[in-house]
């Protein structure tokens, strides 16, 4: 029979029905989670540094956060977490958060409202890589002392620096730079002001499920549970995710019994497992888009004829069937699905004779050549190579371009691409994250170095459309807002120099013993505290 199971965003992969267990040559102990996925993207284990992707899946079983996501139930949102309670001042500014009383941190200190003051003060003060996710609202590290404020032990207030969508702070404080940090322990570890920073880079002092026992960096993450976890002990005493780079080792692994979950692979051995007894394979949509964009300082491509002319020569369904099978869908606009204000709308499809048609229209009939850079990562590569192909037909030569991830963002940083084809991942669960990257744009100068608004990179200078993505983050009322970024986003696939073409979906394979694990959707990291075998 057929193991397949798919889940939708937000799904948690244990709700993929029981199969019966076949024996397999070896066995991993029912109180232990063993997992192969690529962690040599860690770099530190500091909640208020982390920016990496398995980063935040070790943060997220280690570290709590004041509002936080259930992994069994994501499509609720945020829910209450070392805040139990929060009110909001009349003029929209203030939140006011109540503790949760009895929550102690792996040392055994009490946590508390100073703790969270610390944590969230250290974020701006330390002002490393995922600070913007906070400074954005205002805060500085001169004015932290009045701003974010604990005013006993149990009560903390935050004030912003104009009202904003209460739903837009608090997701921000979903994020891995939300992790409440044990203050005793990490000022105990203070060298030169640093507020612990160095030795939380190696070290943790959180409060959730897990404690990190051991980090080897590029092999592997031991976390040990932590009976004491105010949601109860989880069942899977030890957590160990090894590093293991090619899907077919961890296929491998994987079809031995080696391995509990394999999170790495393609789809060829997606395939080869799908049938195989014992073994389930869950897809679980993701936040990451794959996009191609149009450098607007260049003559020809910032024509709307040449722009629209290029969104007709994707064969979206084509490589979805083919080599993306699987493992990236069909998506054009620029929130992920399940986002708040997320649109379905998919206006482009491959027609070559009507690219033709309006790259006559735009005066272009002898055609254009242009370069588009490409990080040197497989699936891009051949996305790129499609898309050639098919431009090629309409008289646009597409020259592609591979280098390593830093040579070619440093290209396209710099404005200086004539079409780019990459990928993006939201920063924190809330509209904004993207709405600012893809439809913002303050100040198109080029020495106004604003690389973190895709729109700049890409010369498009918005004003009324910025001034509307602006609108949108301070409205309130839930359903007006998603009503704001439907319109923004549908105006922003018909105008913009961006084609948004699929979204991630990570298949994983799993023993079908197995229950209980969420890869956190497409708005968080994974979590392992429900996980049951």
């Given at each position: 029979?057929?193991?397949?199971?798919?889940?939708?965003?937000?799904?948690?992969?244990?709700?993929?029905?029981?199969t019966?267990?076949?024996?397999?040559l070896?066995?991993?102990?029912?109180?232990?989670?063993?997992?192969?996925?690529?962690i040599?993207?860690?770099?530190?284990?500091?909640?208020?540094?982390?920016?990496?992707?398995?980063?935040?899946?070790?943060?997220?079983?280690?570290?709590n956060?004041?509002?936080?996501?259930?992994?069994?139930?994501?499509?609720?949102?945020?829910?209450?977490?070392?805040?139990?309670?929060?009110?909001?001042?009349?003029d929209?500014k203030?939140?006011?958060?109540?503790?949760?009383?009895?929550?102690?941190?792996?040392?055994?200190?009490?946590?508390?409202?100073?703790?969270?003051?610390?944590?969230?003060?250290?974020?701006?003060?330390?002002?490393?890589?995922p600070?913007?996710?906070?400074?954005?609202?205002?805060?500085?590290?001169?004015?932290?002392?009045?701003?974010?404020?604990?005013?006993?032990?149990?009560?903390?207030?935050i004030?912003?620096?104009?009202?904003y969508?209460t739903?837009?702070?608090?997701?921000?404080?979903?994020?891995?730079?939300?992790?409440?940090?044990?203050?005793?322990?990490?000022?105990?570890?203070?060298?030169?002001?640093?507020?612990?920073?160095?030795?939380?880079?190696?070290?943790?002092?959180?409060?959730?499920?897990?404690?990190?026992?051991?980090?080897?960096?590029?092999?592997?993450?031991?976390?040990?549970?932590n009976?004491?976890?105010?949601?109860?002990?989880?069942?899977?005493?030890?957590?160990?995710?090894?590093?293991?780079?090619?899907?077919?080792t961890?296929?491998?692994?994987?079809?031995?019994?080696?391995?509990?979950?394999?999170?790495?692979?393609?789809?060829?051995?997606v395939?080869?497992?799908?049938?195989?007894?014992?073994i389930?394979?869950?897809?679980?949509?993701?936040?990451?888009?794959?996009?191609?964009?149009?450098?607007?300082?260049?003559?020809?491509?910032?024509?709307?004829k040449?722009?629209?002319?290029?969104?007709y020569?994707?064969?979206?369904?084509?490589?979805?069937?083919s080599?993306?099978?699987?493992?990236?869908?069909?998506?054009?606009?620029?929130?992920?699905?399940?986002?708040l204000?997320?649109?379905?709308?998919?206006?482009?499809?491959?027609?070559?004779?009507?690219a033709?048609?309006?790259?006559?229209?735009?005066?272009?009939?002898d055609?254009?050549?242009?370069?588009?850079?490409v990080?040197?990562?497989?699936?891009r590569?051949?996305?790129?190579?499609a898309?050639?192909?098919?431009?090629?037909?309409?008289?646009?030569?597409?020259?592609?371009?591979?280098?390593?991830?830093k040579a070619?963002?440093a290209?396209?940083?710099?404005?200086?691409?004539?079409?780019?084809?990459?990928?993006?991942?939201?920063?924190?669960?809330?509209?904004?994250?993207?709405?600012?990257?893809?439809?913002?744009?303050?100040?198109?100068?080029?020495?106004?170095?604003?690389?973190?608004?895709?729109?700049?990179?890409?010369?498009?200078?918005?004003?009324?459309?910025?001034?509307?993505?602006?609108?949108?983050?301070?409205?309130?009322?839930?359903?007006?807002?998603?009503?704001?970024?439907?319109?923004?986003?549908?105006?922003?696939?018909?105008?913009?120099?961006?084609?948004?073409?699929?979204?991630?979906?990570?298949?994983?394979?799993?023993?079908?013993n197995?229950?209980?694990?969420?890869?956190?959707?497409?708005?968080?990291?994974?979590a392992?505290?429900?996980?049951?075998?």
């Open positions: 029979m057929k193991l397949l199971k798919t889940l939708v965003a937000g799904v948690a992969l244990g709700a993929i029905a029981a019966s267990v076949v024996p397999v070896a066995e991993t102990p029912a109180n232990m989670l063993i997992i192969a996925n690529r040599d993207d860690i770099t530190t284990l500091d909640p208020q540094e982390s920016f990496e992707f398995a980063g935040a899946d070790v943060i997220r079983n280690v570290y956060k004041l509002v936080n996501f259930d992994p069994a139930n994501l499509d609720a949102g945020y829910q209450p977490d070392l805040a139990e309670s929060w009110t909001v001042s009349e929209g203030t939140i006011t958060f109540k503790m949760r009383a009895g929550v102690k941190f792996h040392s055994g200190n009490p946590v508390t409202a100073k703790d969270a003051e610390f944590s969230l003060r250290r974020a701006i003060t330390l002002n490393k890589t600070s913007f996710i906070l400074t954005q609202f205002g805060f500085t590290a001169e004015n932290v002392g009045e701003t974010i404020v604990a005013t006993d032990d149990m009560t903390l207030s004030t912003t620096d104009k009202r969508a739903s837009f702070v608090l997701n921000c404080l979903t994020a891995t730079i939300g992790g409440i940090v044990d203050s005793k322990v990490a000022m105990e570890h203070d060298v030169d002001g640093d507020l612990g920073n160095e030795w939380l880079k190696t070290n943790t002092a959180g409060s959730g499920a897990y404690t990190v026992q051991s980090w080897k960096a590029n092999q592997s993450v031991t976390l040990a549970a009976a004491d976890y105010y949601e109860g002990a989880p069942a899977m005493q030890r957590v160990i995710v090894r590093h293991v780079q090619e899907s077919a961890q296929r491998l692994m994987l079809e031995r019994g080696d391995i509990d979950v394999a999170r790495n692979l393609n789809p060829e051995d395939k080869g497992i799908s049938d195989a007894d014992g389930t394979v869950a897809s679980e949509l993701r936040g990451r888009l794959m996009y191609f964009s149009l450098n607007q300082k260049h003559e020809a491509l910032s024509n709307p040449v722009i629209e002319a290029t969104k020569l994707v064969d979206y369904e084509g490589m979805r069937d080599f993306l099978n699987g493992q990236w869908t069909i998506q054009q606009a620029f929130l992920p699905q399940t986002y204000g997320s649109i379905s709308d998919t206006p482009y499809g491959l027609d070559i004779a009507k033709k048609a309006l790259m006559v229209e735009a005066g272009y009939a055609g254009i050549e242009i370069e588009v850079g990080r040197e990562a497989q699936e590569i051949e996305i790129a190579q898309m050639q192909a098919n431009f090629a037909q309409a008289g646009i030569k597409l020259n592609i371009t591979v280098g390593t991830a070619i963002l290209r396209y940083r710099a404005r200086e691409l004539d079409m780019y084809l990459g990928a993006w991942g939201p920063d924190y669960p809330d509209p904004h994250t993207n709405a600012a990257t893809f439809a913002m744009n303050p100040d198109n100068a080029d020495d106004a170095g604003n690389t973190g608004f895709l729109a700049w990179r890409n010369a498009w200078e918005i004003p009324a459309l910025t001034e509307k993505t602006a609108a949108a983050v301070v409205e309130n009322d839930r359903d007006i807002r998603a009503k704001m970024y439907e319109d923004i986003q549908r105006e922003h696939q018909a105008t913009s120099p961006f084609g948004v073409m699929f979204q991630k979906i990570e298949q994983t394979g799993l023993q079908n197995v229950k209980g694990l969420s890869l956190g959707g497409a708005i968080t990291a994974a392992y505290w429900k996980v049951t075998k």
